[in-house]
């Protein structure tokens, strides 16, 4: 069994700043490209950034140079640092991780279970 636990989120005025963390348990090998999305109301779900276990990284449009997106390897742990939040980024954030697991031995994609960040106007 595999967990991945977010959190970090909340309620920030616009400008302020929020880091997400979401951490992965249970009987993990090997985690591969970890990573965020988010789905605002009435919305698909969206990604925001990805990064791989080697640390390369990708962005949506819509967020490069205002967030970053880190993991700690050791503590299977990957971070969203979230600066100059405006209200559209308002949305339910949910972390991903491609993880291959030990018994069974299979790779696949596991999900949080998703934290609120409200950016008020």
């Known amino acids: 069994q595999v967990q991945l636990v977010e959190s970090g989120g909340g309620l920030v005025q616009a400008g302020g700043s929020l880091r997400l963390s979401c951490a992965a348990s249970?009987?993990?090998?090997?985690?591969?490209?970890m990573g965020w999305y988010r789905q605002a109301p009435g919305k698909q779900r969206e990604l925001v950034a990805t990064i791989t276990s080697a640390g390369i990284t990708n962005y949506a449009d819509s967020v490069k140079g205002q967030f970053t997106i880190s993991r700690d390897n050791a503590k299977n742990t990957v971070y969203l640092q979230m600066n100059s939040l405006k209200p559209e980024d308002t949305a339910v954030y949910y972390c991903?991780?491609?993880?291959?697991?030990?018994?069974?031995?299979?790779?696949?994609?596991?999900w949080g279970q998703g934290t609120q960040v409200t950016v008020s106007s």
């Open positions: 991903s991780a491609d993880i291959l697991t030990v018994m069974p031995l299979i790779l696949r994609t596991y």
């Open positions: 249970g009987s993990i090998v090997k985690i591969n490209t």
